[in-house]
């Protein structure tokens, strides 16, 4: 509900009148004053009022336009629903369905593509997740695949060493108190000297440390048997020839390296004999 | 209500119903008559608002083929057949001018009045007339209507063409259709 009043007192009225409205606003204000007989009344007025100055201001068009116009009429598809409020939008006819056709099809391309587009992109984050998921399980797989390989080789290794007819094995004693739990068996064959290390459980490699095996000869001798990294899994590792030793030792020494062993570090010792 | 007709010098009476049945069947006594009586008042608007004879005569055309194509949408209740005609032609040229492809041939700024009567003299005839009606209105009132009205300005083309605030041009335009309103009831 509009006060009529203050619509009529707002110059609205004359705005139509005097055409400086848009197509749009004019349809309003037509939809206004179909709606409050008032506002049509107070528009007719002032329109009468205005036509007077049409009646002043006459100009005869040339003799020809009379027929011209007549002969367009009798041309014209007076069955098209053309509205009043423009030459542009007179454009296209309204009773070609097509237009209406086209923006239908149109939008209904555009909602199936957004919803397929939606449905796809949950999609793709599915299969996102799937792969992230898959190449978890892949690395995963991959690493239990090495753990396998490696497990499989140490027992074709240990299966072997300790196939030898020849062998001798000894249990490494724990010499430290964070190495009591420690279980290292080196395997010695006889025949060849050649000695293995089975490195079933130790502490992990402190940073910039490696493990060394030490060979204590008869007369004193600190033979370097080879070193190694243990990052907690159980490995083979095969040393250098043992010759006449009376003990082995199992200490950590640094990275680079050193000359003899560091008795402070002595993680398992083994007697031979 | 009811309208008078004239057929080579015959006047007849004839009911709204049977003005627009005789439209939307494309009479041709009836285009006589609404030719022979309006059409000098719309083209005399058309060319007014267009400045040019062609733009004015593609109105004129426009315009009778819309009202016999929209006959059935007047309503008596707002307004005479003719003021119902006017407004369509009204709204055409301004149309035309402002929103066609003849937009770019007319240029407003550089609209020249005189230059417009040369070319169209029976315009400055029409125009003293005119002027005459206006009289009776204050300067700064028939200026504004006058633009807007006849020229088809709009009140922000009249506010810069004046040098004067848009809402000046408004309340001009608004009390000039009232004292218009008075001197022609």
């Not at chain 1, 004019?26 to 007025?45: C, F, G, N, W």
């Not at chain 1, 239908?104 to 909602?111: E, Q, S």
């Not at chain 1, 797989?141 to 753990?147: E, F, P, Q, R, T």
């Amino acid at each position: 509900m509009i006060d009529i009043k203050q619509y009529i007192e707002s110059g609205i009225l004359e705005e139509y009148l005097s055409g400086t409205l848009t197509p749009t606003e004019r349809t309003e204000v037509e939809l206004t004053a179909d709606k409050y007989p008032e506002i049509a009344q107070e528009l007719a007025s002032m329109s009468l009022s205005l036509s007077m100055m049409a009646d002043i201001g006459e100009v005869v068009p040339a003799a020809y336009m009379e027929e011209k116009i007549w002969d367009e009429i009798l041309r014209t598809d007076f069955d098209d629903q053309e509205e009043l409020i423009g030459p542009n939008k007179a454009v296209i006819p309204k009773t070609s369905k097509l237009p209406y056709i086209l923006s239908v099809a149109t939008a209904i391309i555009a909602f199936v593509t957004i919803y397929y587009l939606i449905i796809a992109n949950g999609r793709l984050d599915d299969a996102k997740a799937k792969i992230t998921s898959l190449e978890s399980e892949n690395s995963e797989l991959s690493a239990n695949y090495d753990k396998l390989k490696y497990d499989y080789d140490s027992l074709t290794t240990l299966s072997s060493i300790y196939d030898i007819e020849n062998t001798k094995l000894y249990v490494m004693k724990p010499h430290r108190r964070s190495a009591l739990g420690s279980v290292v068996i080196l395997v010695w064959d006889r025949t060849t000297n050649q000695v293995y290390a089975d490195i079933k459980s130790l502490p992990v490699s402190n940073s910039g440390m490696k493990y060394n095996l030490w060979a204590i000869t008869q007369i004193g001798q600190q033979i370097n048997l080879g070193n190694f990294e243990h990052k907690g899994i159980s490995q083979v590792i095969k040393l250098d020839k043992l010759h006449n030793a009376v003990e082995i030792l199992l200490t950590q020494e640094k990275e680079s390296g050193v000359s003899y062993p560091t008795m402070s570090r002595v993680y398992c010792k083994a007697k031979i004999y | 209500m009811s309208y008078s007709l004239h057929f080579d010098n015959i006047i007849e009476k004839i009911s709204n119903i049977d003005l627009i049945k005789g439209l939307k069947a494309k009479d041709r006594k009836c285009y006589n008559y609404l030719y022979k009586n309006y059409s000098a008042k719309l083209y005399g608007i058309a060319l007014h608002i267009t400045q040019k004879t062609d733009i004015a005569e593609d109105v004129l055309q426009e315009t009778f083929i819309k009202v016999f194509k929209h006959v059935h949408k007047f309503d008596d209740s707002k307004g005479t057949f003719f003021t119902w005609m006017l407004n369509i032609c009204r709204n055409g040229a301004i149309d035309k001018i402002r929103y066609g492809k003849e937009s770019k041939k007319i240029q407003f700024d550089s609209l020249n009045v005189d230059m417009v009567y040369e070319e169209n003299p029976e315009m400055k005839l029409a125009n003293n007339e005119l002027w005459t009606l206006l009289d009776k209105l204050d300067d700064d009132h028939k200026e504004v209507l006058k633009l807007s009205y006849y020229y088809g300005y709009s009140h922000s083309e009249i506010a810069k063409k004046l040098n004067m605030p848009f809402g000046s041009v408004k309340s001009k335009i608004r009390i000039a259709i009232r004292e218009l309103r008075k001197i022609y009831p």
